[in-house]
């Protein structure tokens, strides 16, 4: 429960703000249904959100440092634009799949060594929610593209969208399964606002495009060979 009450005065901290808006909701969910889930739920749920957030300054720092890059080329051709876009989609994606899967099979171990035996129930609910980091990432790279395309009245829309969904499905899975309950409610809501609506709402889709480009593992490839290729122009200097 102290877990539970740290997160929550730091929530204010949190950046993204499609995925802050959602984490808030559900945190004040759960403390509104608190009489009628299982004491202890809200701490087990904090526990597993806060273990989320080991590795986040790495997506931070990639999501900051290519944000003046994708600006730049903006300035540039539309198709380095694109390709930005898409690789740093392809990149984001691809590490918070790799993180997703590690804390998928070695959650008993982390919450284990962080928390101790006491917090072995918030195990499953980071296996759950650690998934959401997916298409967490995905909304950052977005929020970059409608910066680049001066589509900042977008925002509006998707943040609604996002706390209706979190809402409903707070509210259908929070009463019968708890903290996982929220936890699931949270991978939902993630999917929906920043990889259906996309689909659905014809201002973002272009940007889907570029994102369904991203998941090619191709595109990682052709990056790693063009790191290379560089490194070794500069070891030839």
Known sequence: IAIGREVINNLGQQPPPVDGVCRRQEIATLIELFGKIPIGENGFYATALTCTYIV??????????????????????????????????ALTTWLSIAQSVFFTLFAGIVVRVLYGENYLPAVNVLRILAWQSVFN???AVRNIWILAEEKHNLMTTINISGVVVN????????????????????????????????FLWKPLRENNRLLVRGLDPGLLLDMAKLLLQRKSAVDEI
């Open 167 to 198: 809402l409903i499905c707070n509210f259908a899975l929070i009463p019968p399964f708890g903290a996982c309950g929220a936890a699931v409610a949270s991978v939902i809501t993630q999917i929906f606002t920043n990889f259906i609506l996309g």
């Open 56 to 89: 986040g300054f790495v997506f931070d720092a990639i999501v900051d440092t290519a944000r003046p890059v994708i600006l730049e080329s903006k300035k540039n051709t539309r198709e380095d634009f694109e390709q930005n876009v898409s690789r740093v989609y």
């Open 137 to 139: 990432y995905m909304s």
